[in-house]
């Protein structure tokens, strides 16, 4: 009765007589109305698809895409993260206007090309450290600057003024800012500061 | 056999559809050329298999108005994924497993109105003949057509894949989901009971 044959493409069940009876029997065919319908669908779809846009648009737009936010994430990784104001430390509100970059000194540029390099808090504190010696060096020939980063703008800051005429109001305060100078290690300016100290308030006790 | 080519096609691409057509893939060709825009292969395709899968819809589905939804819904997204259409599998495998998620969709759809099938239900096709002047091989037809449409649901889609579609055993698998031995068995069985309703018809007469 059934014929079981190996192989994918070779029937592996057949019934002779059941398949005649159903070729006999199976005489139907499609609505002719349908026909048409589908054929004009099919020409419709067609043409829609022609007059789109080319084959290669749509890869091309995901390339550009993905290349645009690629580099949106990567401008956006190398901005420098701000930082919490150190205590002592001036506000950036205070700080002069900057001067051109002809009148920079080529410490001041060393020193600012280093801040900027300096991609942790560590390497920012060793940065910080050279470049406060070599602004020590020259001191008196650095103008401000605006466009380092915010930590050599800090120092700059603090370097260029010390402590704030409301540090000066009185002497605890003026000693408190004196102290922060030292802390930052901005000791030449603390001295020059404590100096001035003195001079003001000749019979307050220094420690 | 000679398949048209469309006036459109390239010299590039019509090297590579002939390489196709070498390759006993007529139909995916003629897919792959409609893919690119020439209505014309469609056409051909369409014809090709429109009356097997036609038949395959009524039968399954035991219902002309049905059968003629389904026939329009099978066709409307083969032109719709013809931008997606890769040629990875034969043709007919691609369109019969079209047909047969149509088919099941639409059982989910009308799974709460469906009826049991009978022996008394509308959509048993009535012979011209009269019972008396039936004849062996006329009575053998009617039965077998009873018995198809009693059959279960998927012993009668794997019987149809096989018959009308003329469909291997894998191939069956890809469509309907199931395993390789299991649409044996189902074929099987469906073989049998087939058999059975004509062996009776034979005595009958």
Known sequence: MTDERNGNTHEPLHDDLVAELYRELAQETAPERLDAQLLAQAASEADRRRSGSPPWVRPFAWAATVGLTLAIVLEVARLPVPEPELPGSPASSRLPAAPADAQRSDAEKAATTELLEATDMRSLREAEDIARSRIGASRETLPATTDAGPAAVRMQSAAMEGCTDSDRSTPETWLSCIENLEREGLAELADTERDRLRKAFPDHVHE | ?205
Request: a positive charge; hydrophobic letters at 40%; aromatic letters at 8%.
């Open chain 2, 1 to 205: 056999m000679p398949v048209p080519c469309g006036p459109r096609l390239s010299k590039q691409a019509g090297v590579t559809y002939a390489a196709l057509m070498e390759r006993d893939s007529e139909d995916r060709a003629l897919m792959l050329r409609y893919r690119d825009g020439d209505v014309g292969a469609f056409e051909v395709l369409y014809r090709r298999h429109k009356d097997a899968v036609y038949r395959y819809l009524l039968r399954l589905s035991r219902h002309p108005d049905t059968a003629d939804d389904l026939f329009q819904d099978v066709w409307g997204k083969l032109i719709k994924a013809r931008r997606r259409y890769r040629p990875t599998a034969k043709f007919a495998t691609f369109l019969y497993r079209v047909a047969h998620n149509c088919f099941i969709d639409h059982v989910r759809r009308n799974r709460k109105h469906a009826r049991p099938v009978t022996l008394d239900d509308d959509a048993i096709p009535d012979t011209a003949e009269a019972p008396d002047a039936l004849t062996e091989r006329a009575l053998a037809r009617r039965r077998l057509e009873t018995a198809l449409l009693t059959l279960p649901d998927e012993q009668r889609d794997v019987y149809l894949l096989h018959e009308q579609a003329g469909l291997g055993l894998d191939e069956i698998s890809i469509v309907t989901g199931c395993k390789r031995e299991t649409a044996k068995s189902r074929l099987r069985y469906a073989l049998q009971k087939l058999r059975a309703a004509i062996d009776d018809a034979t005595k009958m007469a």
